[in-house]
């Protein structure tokens, strides 16, 4: 009997056409979307060699300790600058071009022209300051102790040496913030699964809907139905959560992670709690099923807004002023254990996430079997 | 005007459903206009990353020294030293480089050892590679003392670093003419108009065209004494108006949030660029209602036409994010224009002719869209017409 109901189940959803552009195409429409539009985001912080140009005047020429100074900051793999020497009308040009980022004259001092405020220009006066504090340095030094200069001052002074050791975090070199917007985009899917357990739901409960009157009056137990119903949702939304991760994962080269056991897991328990949270509120909420639909969409949205995916930030902002709806967030949770496995060389925070799931999970289920057992109907 | 009439019903009897979504699109954009960055640009100003600072050493003068300077240059943020804290803030960017200064580093800097500050960053960032320049700058010059003056006290050494470093290089901020525009919030909050359009123009018009373009509906329609074109004249009239008021409506909520940035005459043409825009989403509202044949369709295609142009074409992401293959895509879309004439305009001081060609140019552009989108409508609903469906 179950394999029956669980076929016919099945035929049901698939036959959905609408169902199915919810919970599949558009979940693989905004991938692309995002895929196309975020791909930048991240390659932006890297850094790249500053252009500038310096202007060649005879004072330039005359400052041996300046021009050795920017060769030296202008050479190698980690160069900061790409420089490029040329006149004063040139450098005017280059700089409204946008070709470099400021232009440095030396006349009795060294100048920076810039055209507008930002890091790459901030790198640049740090290190033009560097120099002027170097020699304002040595300066004060020499005033003071002159035989400073025998004993090695200016070697010292070439010396740079590197006072910063890295530590990494996590298991990422380069976290890159843009995945969590395709983790909360499979929280999404998960979330959408909730349109089957509303289907369900209506498709059992007497007063929802007419098939279901006819359901009710076969000789099959209820909690059957309603079991190979859901299981027959699951299923369907399992394959599809498949479709967009490996969609994801192969066409849109989003990392996850190598951790294949766990971030299935995850896909698994959170279309558990995406069909059961659609159970609930179809069970809780006696009105028509355009309202329901409604309230759906929206609880989804707004729990995706919260775990980030329309502003990244929003998941951290919420972790730190307001942990707990972090922790009834079932889009949170989703996103969050598929960041822990990304980011996190230890696994406590992933199951602490799969274990919050779980637990929603089962009282969604529990709270719908007890609302819709038993029901008997003098009339619909 | 019976067909104009009949329009403002069916609008009444969804009006409830329009504005939950004009509601739902406007605390959103307010949002997203809040949370986009502003930029000053009349004058030089640094900018600051964000360090989150952990001292395990003792409080010693040395570090209290270091601490004041990288502070001048940069923004502390505090978080508990606890590695899930701190992995989260940089993974969210929260904090762009984590500086912890290990046990003993006082004592090892003093006696000449090469110790090291632990930092914990986004490799290879822009921020991260500043911030080692702040750091190392700061130590070598302490070095540089240390290694003339054997017995400096930490009180002199410090005062006399802070002194060689307070020294700045001179900026000079080239003008490009006059004061420049300040239009930082409201250019996003157009931008993301574009959305808002789209979206409710799409569902309003389309659903009444769904109407209106109902098989037995039109037949009935067709059979009254009222001319065809008549009728078409009056629900073109009814979109226009609807279109207009929902414009009016979003402009109107413009000026309750940017009072002072909205009385520019930048304002002016982001209103022009704006009702221009509104024309082009009426055109495919148009196309919509001809092409769709139930409810369900309906949703499902306003949000993807909304969510992909807007996507594509530079009102979600900045269009300088984006990669030049989607650029050369998004040129297909009048949203790419529109969001183009929206940055034009944020950037305008002078209001020469010169200055605004471009941007009357990509508003043409607009229109143009929208005269191609009405033609194959109404081929399509011609066609459909012949088919006698």
């Known amino acids: 009997m179950f394999w029956h109901i669980f076929s016919n189940r099945l035929k049901c959803i698939i036959r959905d056409k609408q169902l199915v552009f919810w919970t599949l195409v558009f979940p693989l429409i905004l991938a692309t979307l995002f895929s196309m539009t975020l791909i930048n985001i991240s390659k932006q912080e890297a850094f790249k060699s500053i252009d500038i140009a310096v202007v060649n005047n005879e004072a330039y020429q005359k400052d041996v300790g300046f021009k050795n100074f920017l060769t030296e900051a202008s050479q190698g793999d980690n160069k900061l600058f790409n420089i490029n020497l040329t006149t004063k009308e040139e450098a005017e040009k280059l700089l409204d071009n946008g070709k470099v980022e400021g232009y440095i004259t030396v006349e009795t001092q060294i100048n920076l022209v810039v055209k507008n405020s930002g890091l790459n220009q901030t790198i640049i006066k740090s290190v033009l300051d560097e120099y002027n504090q170097t020699v304002s340095a040595v300066n004060s030094i020499v005033t003071d102790n002159p035989t400073a200069l025998q004993n090695g001052l200016l070697e010292d002074v070439g010396k740079r040496i590197e006072f910063t050791k890295n530590i990494q975090a996590g298991t990422k070199e380069k976290p890159d913030s843009a995945v969590n917007y395709f983790y909360t985009l499979i929280a999404m899917a998960c979330l959408y699964g909730s349109f089957f357990g509303l289907k369900e739901i209506t498709d059992i409960q007497a007063d929802l809907s007419k098939r279901a009157a006819r359901l009710n009056v076969a000789p099959v137990h209820k909690l059957k139905v309603l079991v190979s119903g859901l299981c027959a949702g699951f299923a369907v939304l399992l394959l599809e959560i498949s479709i967009l991760l490996s969609y994801l994962v192969f066409a849109m080269k989003v990392d996850f992670g190598d951790q294949i056991g766990y971030i299935l897991l995850t896909c698994f328990v959170g279309c558990a709690t995406g069909i059961s949270f659609g159970a609930i509120v179809s069970a809780i909420i006696k009105k028509r099923e355009g309202v329901k639909t409604a309230i759906l969409i929206g609880a989804t949205m707004t729990a995706c807004f919260l775990s980030g995916m329309m502003y990244g930030n929003m998941k951290y902002i919420v972790e730190k002023n307001v942990p707990i709806l972090a922790y009834i967030n079932p889009a949170a949770l989703i996103t969050d254990a598929f960041y822990a496995l990304y980011y996190y060389d230890t696994p406590t925070r992933f199951f602490t996430n799969i274990g919050l799931l779980s637990g929603l999970t089962v009282i969604f289920c529990l709270v719908t079997y007890l609302i819709i057992r038993r029901q008997k109907y003098a009339s619909i | ?389």
């Not at chain 2, 009897?13 to 699109?25: D, E, M, R, T």
């Not at chain 2, 750091?135 to 302490?142: D, G, L």
């Not at chain 2, 420049?180 to 919030?185: K, L, P, Q, R, Y």
């Not at chain 2, 409506?249 to 940017?258: A, K, M, N, P």
């Open chain 2, 1 to 389: 005007m019976q067909v104009f009439r009949i329009y403002f019903k069916i609008i009444k009897k969804q009006l409830g459903q329009l504005s939950i979504y004009i509601g739902v699109f406007l605390a959103m954009a307010i949002m997203f206009s809040f949370t986009s960055p502003t930029s000053s640009i009349d004058d030089f100003t640094q900018s600051k990353t964000r360090v989150a600072f952990i001292n395990e050493d003792e409080n010693s003068i040395l570090i209290e020294g270091f601490k004041e300077y990288l502070g001048n240059h940069s923004v502390y943020v505090p978080i508990q030293n606890e590695m899930d804290k701190l992995q989260d803030a940089l993974f969210f960017r929260d904090v762009d480089y984590i500086a912890k200064i290990p046990m003993g580093f006082t004592k090892g800097i003093i006696a000449g050892k090469n110790s090291q500050i632990e930092k914990t960053v986004v490799s290879g960032s822009t921020s991260s590679i500043y911030t080692d320049m702040l750091v190392n700058k700061y130590f070598n010059t302490v070095k540089l003392y240390l290694s003339s003056y054997k017995d400096i006290t930490q009180e002199e050494l410090v005062k006399q670093v802070a002194k060689d470093l307070k020294i700045e290089t001179k900026v000079q901020m080239k003008r490009t003419g006059e004061k420049s525009a300040n239009t930082g919030n409201i250019k996003y909050f157009f931008n993301y108009l574009a959305y808002v359009l789209i979206s409710v123009i799409v569902l309003g018009v389309s659903s009444i065209m769904m109407v209106f373009n109902n098989t037995n509906l039109r037949r009935r329609n067709l059979c009254s004494p009222i001319k065809n074109a008549s009728i078409n004249l009056q629900i073109l009239l009814g979109n226009i108006i609807f279109s207009t008021v929902c414009w009016g409506l979003l402009i109107g909520v413009s000026f309750i949030l940017y009072r002072g940035q909205m009385l520019t005459t930048n304002a002016i043409y982001f209103c022009i660029n704006s009702f221009v825009f509104t024309l082009t989403a009426l055109s495919m509202s148009f196309l919509v209602g001809i092409l769709i044949k139930s409810r369900n369709a309906q949703s499902g295609i306003s949000n993807v036409l909304s969510l992909g142009l807007c996507f594509l074409s530079g009102v979600f992401v900045p269009q300088e994010f984006l990669s030049e293959n989607v650029l050369a895509m998004a040129k297909f879309t009048p949203t790419y224009w529109f969001v183009k004439a929206n940055n034009d305009i944020g950037n305008l001081s002078n209001f020469s002719m010169d200055n605004l060609s471009p941007v009357f140019m990509y508003m043409l552009i607009e229109l143009g869209f929208a005269v191609a989108i009405v033609s194959v409508a109404l081929v399509m609903s011609k066609r459909k017409q012949l088919k006698g469906s």
